[in-house]
Structures are given as C-alpha cells and as structure tokens.
C-alpha cells in the first residue's frame, strides 16, 4: 500500500545548528501535513502543503512540497531548545485513510 | 475553548478485561479518529468515523470497538481480546475525513497498561 518514508529516525544538534527532516514517497501525494508532538505531549498541527513546489515559512521553519509532490521537507533554522520533539509528516485522503511518516526525534544540546 | 479532551489520562487494566477510553470534543467536527502509538512505530489508526452512528475500521482494529451516538463523542473500548493493548492511544477529529488546512486536532492521550 501507500508509504510514507521519513528519514532520519532521530538527529541531535547543538543549539543554533539547523535541521531538516524529510518525506518521500513512492507516490505522488495530493498534500502533505506536518506535525510536531513535543515528549509527552500530543501531536500539534504546523501545517498543510498542497500544491506542487510550494513553500511555506513559519518564523524559523521552512516546509516544502517537492514539484512531483512525491516528497516533502521541514527545515529548522538556528535550533532552539524549545525545538526539541518529534516531528512527522502526514498524508491525508478524503475516504479517512491518514498515513503517517515514521517521525524524526529532534534533541537540541544547549 | 475550543478542544478536545481524552480521559483518563492514566489507566491501568487486569488481564481479560475490558476498558474504555473517552473522547470528547466541542469543536464541532464531524470527523474523529482512534490511534495507537508505540515506541518507535509512530501512529497507527484503530477505527475512524465520519459521522454520527457510523464508523469505519482502520489498519489495527482487531481487538477494540467504538460507537458514536453523538457527534461529540467517540469513545473506544479495549477488549480483552487485544493481545498486546499497552499502549498510548490518540483521539483526534477534524472538520472532514479530508481535514483541510486545519489538519487533525489531537487529544492530549491516554496511557493505557496492562497489568
């Protein structure tokens, strides 16, 4: 079935450094939704990417939707320690069926 | 405010019984969802309902059971037919199966162990 592939698993960065987690699928994706869920705590909507080559930026945080819209990325700029969490990606179709990247684990070392 | 709330956020169960975990929402979503979370795995979908009175399996329903008689709620009982029910269960809902750019509003989980 429809997989979405997330890499890495895990990353540990000094505080400042970037980091950037990525999406892929073998199929093409009609949009791409990213969530962060801090340790502990429940997965909080980021957000949703839909059109081919799209761009969005949220302060530090820089989502692309690949131009094939096979594979997506979010990228942290200048970590801080309220970074720190798991970051995942999400494919949702309108018959209900969600599929979930396996999720990057951030720990940011102040 | 607007939310959703799971309960009980702890919940500890004998073998060969059966629990249920409450949902409860006043987002005024039509869309709700069950997961199950593990180490390492990520998130996995249990059951999900588009609307009032009708829900659909997911990928690892064997084992647990819903209802929804009320758009507000959805509660999920864990039988004691679920081999291996440790786990952290996930509540969500959305405005539609299709969510829009709001995405998926999660419940804050219940940890639920088997003991």
């Known amino acids: 079935g429809q997989q979405v592939m997330q890499i890495p698993q895990y990353q540990h960065v000094q505080e400042g450094e970037d980091f950037t987690t990525y999406c892929n699928s073998s199929?093409?994706?009609?949009?791409i939704q990213w969530y962060k869920q801090r340790p502990g705590g429940h997965p909080v909507f980021l957000i949703q990417?839909?059109?081919?080559?799209e761009v969005k930026k949220q302060k530090r945080l820089t989502f692309q939707f690949g131009e094939a819209k096979k594979n997506s990325s979010l990228h942290i700029t200048a970590t801080q320690t309220t970074d720190v969490g798991t970051y995942f990606c999400?494919?949702?179709?309108?018959?209900?069926?969600?599929?979930f990247g396996q999720g990057t684990t951030l720990q940011v070392k102040p | 405010d607007g939310g959703i709330t799971q309960s009980p956020k702890y919940l500890f169960r004998k073998e060969g019984q059966n629990v249920t975990l409450s949902c409860e929402q006043n987002?005024?979503?039509?869309?709700m969802y069950w997961y199950r979370q593990d180490p390492g795995q990520g998130l996995r979908l249990i059951y999900y309902?588009?609307?009032?009175?009708?829900?659909q399996k997911g990928d690892i329903a064997e084992g647990y059971s819903v209802s929804r008689e009320k758009k507000e709620s959805f509660p999920l009982t864990v039988t004691s037919a679920q081999k291996n029910p440790t786990a952290f269960y996930l509540c969500?809902?959305?405005?539609?199966?299709?969510?829009?750019?709001?995405?998926?509003?999660f419940g804050s989980g219940t940890r639920l162990t088997v003991v």
């Open positions: 969500a809902s959305s405005i539609d199966l299709g969510a829009g750019n709001y995405g998926y509003t």
């Open positions: 199929t093409t994706l009609s949009n």
């Open positions: 990417l839909v059109k081919s080559g």
């Open positions: 999400l494919h949702s179709s309108n018959t209900g069926k969600l599929i």
């Open positions: 987002l005024n979503h039509d869309a």
């Open positions: 309902s588009q609307i009032v009175n009708d829900f």
